[in-house]
């Protein structure tokens, strides 16, 4: 796993390192939080049955080209729109859960706030133990959050978690084929809230 761990950090370009703790003062000046629409990726990034083999030719270069003529990417995202399973939108629930347990009130968009939390998915589709036979997958989240004080030009906080290196995390999702994952609506579906639970505590674990 420390092999698929480095390989999608390379593949994948991730970018943003997180910031330290929020600072007491500023913490206790911000009372009301508003939680912004997460923005998405294009696409999203499944990697497929010969990810492993393209690896051991070419490294993350090999991943790459071993996934560039597939068309898993669309087939996923089609496959959550006709489920109806919204990442966004599970993404964005799980971060005002989190907000309400470390002691903030959450108000809709638009209502006056101390501070906006700032959501955006850098990555979300797929992801697994290449090497695995026969390949198993689970859906995979990165997160990066900014929290953006009312008067600020800048966030005053922010964190960024992702499921695939989260090793304490990775053995609680149920890994299964990608065949069995796009077929099965109820797998999927709490496969994917479990990975927005999962991502969304670690970033408030660190808060």
């Known amino acids: 796993m420390r092999i698929l761990t480095t390989l999608l950090a390379v593949a994948i370009g991730l970018t943003g390192c997180a910031s330290s703790?929020?600072?007491?003062?500023?913490?206790?000046?911000?009372?009301?939080?508003?939680?912004?629409?997460?923005?998405?990726?294009?696409k999203p990034t499944v990697f497929g049955n010969g990810s492993g083999v393209g690896f051991l030719l070419g490294g993350a270069l090999g991943v790459g080209l071993a996934n560039a003529g597939n068309d898993l990417p669309t087939?996923?995202?089609?496959?959550?729109?006709?489920?109806?399973?919204?990442?966004?939108?599970?993404?964005?629930?799980d971060l005002e859960a989190q907000l309400r347990k470390q002691g903030f009130t959450v108000v809709p968009q638009g209502?006056?706030?101390d501070a906006v939390l700032q959501p955006k998915?850098?990555?979300?589709?797929?992801?697994?133990?290449?090497?695995?036979s026969p390949p198993v997958r689970f859906p995979q989240?990165?997160?990066?959050?900014?929290?953006?004080?009312?008067?600020?030009?800048?966030?005053?906080?922010g964190q960024l978690a992702c499921l695939h290196v989260?090793?304490?995390?990775?053995?609680?999702?149920?890994?299964?084929?990608?065949?069995?994952?796009?077929?099965n609506k109820a797998l999927l579906d709490s496969e994917v809230h479990k990975a927005s639970r999962l991502v969304t505590a670690e970033i408030f674990s660190k808060m």
């Open 166 to 183: 989260m090793q304490d995390a990775i053995p609680q999702m149920d890994a299964r084929s990608i065949e069995e994952l796009l077929q």
């Open 75 to 93: 087939l996923y995202a089609q496959t959550l729109g006709k489920y109806n399973i919204d990442v966004a939108g599970i993404a964005k629930a």
């Open 141 to 157: 989240l990165c997160l990066r959050v900014d929290l953006v004080g009312a008067s600020a030009q800048k966030p005053v906080w």
């Open 121 to 132: 998915v850098q990555v979300y589709g797929l992801t697994g133990n290449i090497f695995s």
């Open 111 to 113: 209502q006056p706030a």
């Open 21 to 42: 703790k929020l600072a007491a003062d500023q913490r206790s000046a911000i009372k009301r939080v508003s939680v912004a629409e997460p923005t998405m990726p294009e």
